[in-house]
């Protein structure tokens, strides 16, 4: 095996003056504290490092009185930078001079009006401290859908992440250029960066295997890793050499090694030293010392190495790697395993065969989630916990549902307080639920989120009654109509408007009012909790119609209304308002009329005027006769205007001739 180190690896001189930085100033603290805004770098154990000699690492410098604040490579928005020297801190400015160049850049052309633009990932810190030097309005693209959607603009300034790579920044702001009258376009990637990331390129070209060391979160690492992918097909992301597959890489005749710009010498040396200073036999013995002896039905730890549409490869530090398949991975039948686990994750696998017939160990993760599920759901059981169940497909007289990775049994009765129609519409559905029938030795799951509701409701009733108030106006829904009265849900709670309290004048039935599932608001005007019994208004929130009438309504004025009421001395009408006035017998017609019945009935519609009003014993009288006399006036009336007019025109004739 030939190991190759890349020309240009690890520190850049932006990280390194960082770093030399920061050590610097914890040695001449005095036991000032200082503090770094983030991690200084994006490597776990440089940070972890510093850390222990005393660099405190911040989110914020809210409530800071005193100390020293470092500014990582990365830089900050130009107000963040304002606020520390407001708050009379001592600031330490490490931002890398390539990025400070950039935030010179931006804020330049932003104030000659340029819209800028930023390529880079709009959540890294970098890009965060860009574009707070032109007031956080930089639009900032990441990718060919981003570029093509920018509008249009007078004057644009393009920049770039300091770390991207050169074929990523040239394609976006080719079309980006086509975006504003004015362009300027500045190649901001680090020159560091470049020839790193051209160093990576012409030995990953040459070796059978890369391995790339630096941060899991580390921007420029992870653009090592896709460098290295494009023309290596065998690729190692690791941190420290402890990540090393030894099993996987003795395979190989060739490896090149690279490292993130985050990534101190003395982690670079102890991957080349593991790489470099043992021979085949040497590592091949280290393999066979550090391989893992495993059994069927075994838990064990492994790291993913890589995830396709249908499996899960895992190194689990055997002589052979092993695969999970995709019906092995959960009870879900929807999880993908894209979405369960990524490259670099850490798990835990049971092991269900030694061999495949392939050389691979099959491994489940399915297995051992009903392991830890079954364990988890007796727990659950004993201490009459509420769960979380994911429906899987309505079954016979219930639901088949997904909890803690075990399939389980919803009857139907169990699943709402209300009726449930169609059971279909609940597949895919989040439930809360309680299990009422569990046997671990049977395999029995049973679970109901009726008895959740149920006790949701009974809490929310409770609330209720202790909010109830006379006179209170609550909002409502009609559920039931009775002869008597209208039922209506307040919220959880029952409450009657009895058929007197619906409408300010008779009524034969609730129907003329309300309907079922019509909103309403209503008045509490009693309630007995003991007798669960509760009295709503609904004519108390509505103005009365006497003084509609009062208001709108004077002697002399001709109005309609509806006969409602038949008597020997008269009939009662039922005015637009809703009072009811009077017509006497002798206010019906000019004719002599014996009875009230021979002129009208129940449910006509007339014409009347109101020629009384008593304010204090709130009647009206009315007549039918007025307005009959008062129409023969009108018709005269016009008849005489007419006959002068003719009389004028005959006048006119004689005159002419």
Partial sequence: MKVYIAEQAGYCFGVKRAVDTAIGTLKDSNNIPTYSLGPLVHNPQVVDKLQR??????????????????????????????????????????????VKSVHKKVEEYNNKGYKIIIIGDKNHPEIIGINGWCNNEGIIVNNEEEAIN???????????????????????????????????????????????????????????????????????????????????????HIEISKDLYLQELSKFNTIGITAGASTPDWIIKEVVDTMDNINNDEIMEAIENSLVKIHRGDVVKGKVIYVTENEVMVNINYKSDGIINREELSNDPDVKPKEMFKEGDEIEVYIVKLDDGEGNVVLSTKRLESIKGWEELNRIYENKEEVECKVLSDVKGGLSVLVNGIAGFMPASQISVAYVDNLSDYKGKILTAKLIDFNLDKKRVILSSKEIEKAELKKKREELWNSLEVEKVIDGEVKRLTDFGAFVDIGGLDGLVHISDLSWFRINHPSEVVSIGDKIKVQVLDFD?????????????????????????KIGDITTGKVVNVLDFGAFIRLEEGVDGLVHVSQISREHVNKPSDKLKIGDQVAVKIIDINEEDKKVSLSIKEVEEDEDEDEEKNEIIENEDIDVKIEDIIKNK
Wanted: net charge positive.
């Fill in 529 to 553: 909790k003991g007798k669960n019994r509760i009295s709503l208004g609904l004519k108390q929130i509505l103005p009365q119609p006497w003084d509609i009438f009062i208001k709108n309504r």
């Fill in 53 to 98: 000699e005393g660099l405190r690492v911040i989110e914020s410098v809210n409530g800071l009185n005193d100390g020293k604040v470092i500014i990582r490579a990365h830089g900050v928005p130009y107000s963040l930078q304002k606020e520390i020297e407001e708050l009379n801190l001592e600031l330490i400015d490490c931002t890398c001079p390539f």
């Fill in 150 to 236: 920018v509008p249009h603009y007078d004057k644009i300034c393009i920049v770039s992440q300091t770390t991207n790579t050169l074929e990523k920044f040239e394609s976006l702001s080719n079309i980006l250029a086509s975006k504003g009258n004015e362009v300027k376009v500045f190649n901001t990637i680090c020159n560091a960066t470049n020839l790193r990331q051209k160093a990576c390129e012409e030995l990953a070209k040459k070796v059978d295997a890369m391995i790339v060391i630096g941060g899991y979160n580390s921007s420029n690492t992870n653009k090592l890793v896709e460098i290295s992918k494009k023309y290596c097909n065998n690729v190692y």
